[in-house]
């Protein structure tokens, strides 16, 4: 039976293409370390789920994956919200557990660290690079969910987006936003009113209200830091190394673990900018880019019928991008059904059977799993160790791979945080650091609108300075007619501006149109 059982996985988790080897397959307490657990690279843009109760080994799967596929030359993006994967950039210890596990695996420990660029949403340049983005690029139902607001005031912050977008006013951070507010309830008011209707004054009292909550978020995470220029360019993620590596980058989310609105619209925004920034690619040799997200129940708990419609879109069509998403929770019924069934790996470490809840729980569990002969898989499910899972993925052919009871390698990197040394290390050995820790201050809404508020007209010049006069062609030089129409369209900070987030969404419609953002249109020169 045993070498039936050995050859069986041996023929089955055999492939003529690149694959990453997870562990051993285990049977009736008996390790086989000639049986290897392996996935194919090229199937891993169908998707996975990493799921188990708490301390059974989810955060080290996660981190023993991106070891082995930064190592295949994949970049990973990691979502790091318990601050424990960090130490994927350190060596690790070959400690007795350690030491163990490989003898029973029959493979020898060689401690290393990986590439790694550590992101964060904060306002602290030493602890990583800071990602911002426009709140132009983010769109108003995104922006609406992080607001919590109700289906009227989301309206309004629709309308408003479209106000600015047809009016050439860019939209960058919360002060454009608040100085819009404002201006809708004053000078712009019945401008306002005439083109795109009534606003009730109640409605944008609680949107004020809302953002002046955000702005108010914990230190490390105000919201003038991560709404703002420069944008991070998701092209960044998919760097390798000069030995070919892919970079891990580990985007660092402990500020934000008990915002779950921030957490999951922050997600929703990402993956539709790497949608429509990265181009069709088809199934590839292997991804482009494998992205991880810890915690995944925090972006659907509370989302709309809509919103998982979306969600469940988005995983759908980011496969043909060459992009992996790989959700990691605690019981696979976190999950909506709608994307669980597009998942090709699936990885179920142990799960614990306290209630007639949890057994149902198991029970729904068990069912996603194909029938196996070798396996009770609600019974397995409950008695795996620290470390161990079961496995099933997507053979080359496309073919659920049988599942498997399977101990897993420990981590070659350090199985700990960073600390505050180290992080500093990473973060000034960075590439990138010097083109996003910066503070870039453009004309936008706030500054054009303050100047209306003010009362000045919009669209006047000023007199050309008596000093220059001497320097300029007659009138009636069509060269000079040409040249200044030309240059001060161009030199205009607006137009710049907006011509720079245009090029940066020109590919994005379909997306924006996805998740409900602004076309990607640029705003237009107003006509006075």
């Known amino acids: 039976m045993k070498e039936n059982f050995a050859d069986f996985i041996n023929k089955s988790y055999s492939f003529k293409e690149a694959s990453i080897e997870l562990g051993a397959a285990l049977h009736e307490g008996t390790v086989f370390p000639e049986a290897k657990i392996k996935v194919p690279l090229k199937t891993l843009n169908r998707h996975g789920l990493i799921a188990g109760a708490t301390g059974t080994g989810k955060t080290k799967t996660i981190q023993l994956l991106s070891e082995k596929l930064s190592e295949a030359g994949v970049p990973v993006l990691m979502m ?9 950039a350190k060596p ?11 003898e029973k695996l029959k493979i020898n420990f060689e ?8 992101l964060g949403l904060n306002s602290e340049p030493s602890k990583g690079i800071n990602l911002k983005a426009t709140l132009l690029e983010f769109g108003p139902t995104l922006f609406s969910k ?3 607001l ?7 912050i629709s309308l408003l987006f479209k106000y600015c977008d047809d009016n050439k006013l860019p939209l960058i951070n919360l002060e454009d936003l608040k100085t819009l507010l404002k201006f809708v309830t004053s000078e712009g008011k019945e401008e306002i009113e005439q083109e795109y209707g009534s606003i009730s004054p109640s409605s944008l009292g609680v949107i004020q209200r809302k953002i002046i909550e955000l702005e108010a978020q914990a230190k490390s995470v105000d919201g003038n830091s991560f709404f703002g220029e420069p944008s991070f360019e998701v092209q960044d993620l998919i760097r390798k190394n000069q030995e070919g590596k892919g970079i891990i980058s580990v985007l660092r989310l402990t500020e934000i673990q008990d915002k779950p609105k921030l957490f999951s619209t922050f997600m929703l925004s990402l993956l539709g900018e790497i949608f429509s920034s990265f181009e069709e690619v088809g199934d590839l040799d292997k991804p482009k880019l494998i992205i991880f997200i810890d915690e995944a129940h925090l972006i659907f708990d509370g989302a709309s019928k809509t919103l998982l419609d979306q969600i469940e879109t988005i995983v759908k069509l980011i496969r043909s991008k060459g992009v992996g998403i790989i959700f990691c929770t605690q019981n696979p019924q976190d999950v909506p059904d709608a994307v669980l069934s597009q998942l090709g790996l699936k990885i179920q470490h142990a799960l614990r059977a306290f209630t007639a809840k949890d057994r149902k729980a198991i029970q729904k569990a068990a069912e996603n799993y194909p029938i196996s002969e070798f396996y009770e898989i609600e019974n397995v499910i409950t008695n795996t160790g620290i470390g161990e899972a079961l496995v099933t993925a997507l053979s080359e052919t496309g073919t659920p791979t049988p599942v498997v009871w399977t101990l897993l390698e420990p981590p070659s990197s350090r199985m700990n945080i960073l600390n505050e040394t180290e992080i500093a290390e990473i973060t000034n050995q960075s590439e990138i650091k010097n083109k996003y820790n910066k503070f870039v201050d453009t004309q936008s809404a706030h500054e054009i609108l303050l100047e209306r508020l003010q009362g000045e007209l919009p669209g006047k010049t000023s007199e050309q300075p008596e000093g220059n006069k001497q320097n300029t062609k007659s009138k009636n030089s069509p060269s000079k007619e040409a040249e200044s129409g030309l240059d001060k369209f161009f030199k205009d900070p607006v137009v710049r501006q907006v011509a720079k987030s245009a090029a940066r969404t020109a590919a994005s419609t379909i997306t924006r149109g996805l998740l409900g953002m602004l076309f990607g249109k640029p705003a237009r020169r107003s006509r006075r």
Do not use: H
């Not at 690790?92 to 490989?102: H, L, M, P, S, T």
């Not at 401690?111 to 550590?118: T, Y």
């Not at 109700?150 to 309004?156: F, G, K, L, P």
């Open 111 to 118: 401690a290393k660290g990986l590439p790694v660029e550590l």
């Open 92 to 102: 690790g210890e070959a400690n007795e557990r350690v030491k163990e596990r490989c």
């Open 80 to 88: 790091d919200l318990k601050g424990d994967l960090s130490g994927i």
């Open 146 to 148: 992080i607001l919590e």
């Open 150 to 156: 109700n289906d009227t005031q989301s309206s309004i």
